[in-house]
């Protein structure tokens, strides 16, 4: 695993530093993914997410530079770009219009244009590096968090965001950075990352959702066969 990562990292272009827009874009996963004003209620009103991708918005603006992404010469750009056309479409077609366009314009908009400044970001492993380790760290966070709450039956988000399925969906999902990691740098940062992926696995589990048991099962079937063809 840490062979195919460094591969990975080796076919990226050198930087001297860190893209400008990479703070905005950092803070946009801890809020998109972290849930951060859920998880620290004093920063609801602050809009953290509207301003996370208004600041990288104006850093990119601002820099000239990125990565050589194309929404629409990319395969996952395409598809976004799909996604939000017929999600576009369908509000004069929904049976509750208003509510549609509001999810449109405050939510799928906000994903898309974040989805498409982290991309464009992202021009050499500096920036992707520490957006999947903002990613680990936000998952981790809402594990730990969601864990040590009083909680009853199934575990759901410490926030209202996440379902019981919906968490397990992000953790799972997530994970397998997580156990890349654990393979990666000295000593003490691969035992911070396993304890971080225990954390998630115990919250996977104790969410109880059908989907994410069946979603770690795949997971941990693609390491085991990918660490025993490379053996």
């Known amino acids: 695993m840490a062979n195919q990562v460094s591969d990975a990292m080796s076919g990226r272009k050198a930087s001297t530093g860190l893209h400008p827009a990479a703070i905005g874009c950092t803070l946009f996963i801890?809020?998109?993914?972290?849930r951060l004003p859920e998880v620290l209620p004093v920063l609801a009103p602050?809009?953290?997410?509207?301003?996370?991708?208004?600041?990288?918005?104006?850093?990119?603006?601002?820099?000239?530079?990125?990565s050589e992404?194309?929404?629409?010469?990319?395969?996952?750009g395409r598809r976004m770009a799909m996604l939000g056309t017929i999600a576009t479409i369908s509000v004069g077609y929904s049976?509750?219009?208003?509510?549609?366009?509001?999810v449109l314009v405050n939510t799928f908009a906000v994903i898309f244009v974040g989805f498409y400044l982290l991309a464009k970001s992202a021009r050499s492993m500096k920036?992707?590096?520490?957006?999947?380790?903002?990613?680990?760290?936000?998952a981790g966070i809402l594990s730990y968090l969601t864990i040590t709450e009083e909680w009853v039956g199934r575990l759901s988000s410490v926030g209202d965001t996440y379902?019981?399925?919906?968490?397990?969906?992000?953790?799972?999902t997530i994970m397998p950075l997580a156990?890349?990691?654990?393979?990666?740098?000295?000593?003490?940062?691969?035992?911070?990352?396993?304890?971080?992926?225990?954390?998630?696995l115990l919250a996977v589990v104790l969410t109880g959702s059908r989907g994410g048991i069946l979603g770690l099962a795949v997971v941990a079937t693609?390491?085991?066969?990918?660490?025993?063809?490379?053996a």
């Open 30 to 34: 801890f809020v998109a993914v972290g």
């Open 46 to 66: 602050l809009g953290l997410g509207k301003l996370a991708v208004g600041l990288a918005a104006v850093a990119l603006l601002l820099s000239g530079k990125g």
């Open 69 to 76: 992404f194309s929404l629409f010469r990319d395969s996952l």
């Open 95 to 102: 049976i509750w219009g208003s509510h549609s366009l509001e």
């Open 127 to 138: 920036e992707i590096e520490l957006y999947i380790i903002s990613l680990i760290c936000s």
């Open 163 to 172: 379902d019981p399925n919906d968490l397990a969906m992000v953790l799972v």
């Open 179 to 200: 156990m890349a990691r654990v393979y990666l740098g000295a000593m003490w940062t691969r035992l911070t990352f396993l304890v971080i992926l225990v954390v998630m």
């Open 222 to 230: 693609y390491f085991s066969v990918n660490q025993f063809s490379r």
